[in-house]
């Protein structure tokens, strides 16, 4: 019988992915250009709703026992599948390579004695061989880990605000508040929800393996909410300290020299092994025969290469285009799984899908270029496809099963 995952194994699992510095600068992003009392209700909406899209993505996986990319077959066909497969596999393969030069940025700030090129090579390398090892293998290692990253974080973050740092950053802007303060209510909502909903074409690679699927998924999408929130909150300490976006200096604000490269090690490489393990399970949904980890350590490989390209300039866009592909799949997804209770396939199904979703692609092409815009173009671009995609729904209640 296939050894299934527990709970505490998927929360240690997304309470790392969420551990990042991209979570951090993403804080930053917020704090530097928000007033201070208007962030924290559209923060927390933002990640609620990217929690709760986690959950029911993840929840398909762990009740059908496939991968994340295997899930959406019977929804958009066997082709529509590998498309959105292969786009994921892209994705992935980037999204590992700007997490791998943020770390080793960072890092470079820390005044370590060896490159970026070099800090590039050696974190894709821990990454190769947490990915060939296996998750299962490395669970007692996972744990200490998580259990050491939890503790220099509490202290980052106890150190950041003991230093006044939010309260005060917001005062010592003083006479440039008005021109600082750019982003409105929806517009810190979006990038709240932003990388929560990139991980949705992911994490049924692993509630597929899990024990109770309605008790880990949950499990899981709340592990990651609560530390995507607590990064967020150190990102927003960041952006008030006085040390514009530079992590580094921040780290070495808090006194943390030592401590802060290893937080910056771990939580590059407990982030990257998941999304690259994931690459690896895409791939496989693309062509069945290829190995996942074998996979997942020829794109750690190709990451590093990117990562000293220099693929971080294009780091915001990039966020921006992976959720305009990605949440409308998601919506119809979700309507045609818990909606359809007729389970109705074929080609006409799947081209209307496909379509449903090309039009919440479309709509977040448009909106996303619209300041503040009521509801987000990430949201607006789900209740499109969704709506789209129920009309099926809704025409086949009208015919006999």
């Known amino acids: 019988m296939e050894k299934r995952t527990g709970l505490f194994t998927n929360a240690i699992i997304w309470f790392g992915v969420a551990v990042s510095v991209s979570e951090i600068e993403a804080g930053i992003e917020i704090g530097a250009e928000a007033a201070p009392g208007s962030l924290w209700l559209p923060l927390v909406l ?3 709703i990217g929690g709760l899209f986690l959950f029911f993505v993840g929840l398909i996986g762990a009740r059908i026992r496939l991968n994340a990319m295997e899930t959406t077959a019977s929804v958009y066909g066997t082709y ?3 498309f959105f497969a292969s786009l994921n596999l892209f994705q ?3 999204w590992i390579a700007v997490l791998n030069a943020q770390g080793a940025t960072v890092l470079a700030g820390l005044d370590l004695p060896i490159s970026f090129p070099l800090t590039c090579v050696l974190l894709a ?5 947490w990915v060939f090892v296996g998750l299962r293998r490395f669970a007692k290692v996972t744990t200490i880990v998580m259990a050491v990253l939890v503790v220099l974080l509490a202290a980052l973050t106890v150190k950041l605000f003991g230093t006044g740092s939010i309260s005060a950053g917001a005062s010592s802007s003083g006479a440039n508040s008005a021109t600082a303060h750019a982003l409105g209510f929806w517009s810190i909502f ?19 393996d899990v024990e109770k699927p309605v008790r880990a998924t949950a499990v899981s999408a709340i592990a990651y909410t609560v530390a995507s929130f607590w990064m967020y909150f150190i990102g927003l300490e960041i952006a008030s300290a006085g040390v514009g976006n530079d992590i ?6 808090a006194g943390l020299g030592i401590p802060g490269i290893v937080i910056v090690v771990l939580s590059t490489v407990t982030t990257n092994f998941l999304a690259a393990n994931s690459a690896g399970e895409s791939a496989k949904a693309i062509v069945h025969r290829l190995n996942p980890k074998i996979t997942g350590v020829v ?3 190709i990451s590093a290469v990117l990562a000293i390209s220099g693929i971080m300039e294009h780091y915001i866009s990039f966020l ?6 990605f949440a409308p799949m998601a919506a119809v997804l979700l309507v045609s799984f818990f909606l359809d209770k007729q389970g109705r396939t074929g080609k006409a199904f799947w081209i209307w899908n496909l379509f449903a979703w090309l039009v919440g692609f479309i709509v977040y092409q448009v909106t996303v270029h619209l300041d503040d815009l009521f509801l987000g173009p990430t949201l607006i671009s789900v209740i499109v496809s969704a709506a789209i995609s129920y009309i099926w729904v809704l025409k086949n209640r009208l015919k006999p099963a």
């Open 46 to 48: 933002g990640h609620v």
């Open 80 to 82: 529509g599948s590998k």
């Open 92 to 94: 992935l393969v980037a």
């Open 125 to 129: 390398v821990l990454i190769a061989l």
């Open 190 to 208: 979006e990038i709240s929800m932003a990388l929560p909903l990139s991980w949705l074409p992911v994490i049924s690679d692993y509630t597929k």
């Open 248 to 253: 580094a200096q921040a780290i070495l604000l």
């Open 299 to 301: 794109v750690s490989a």
């Open 320 to 325: 921006y285009l992976i959720a305009s592909v």
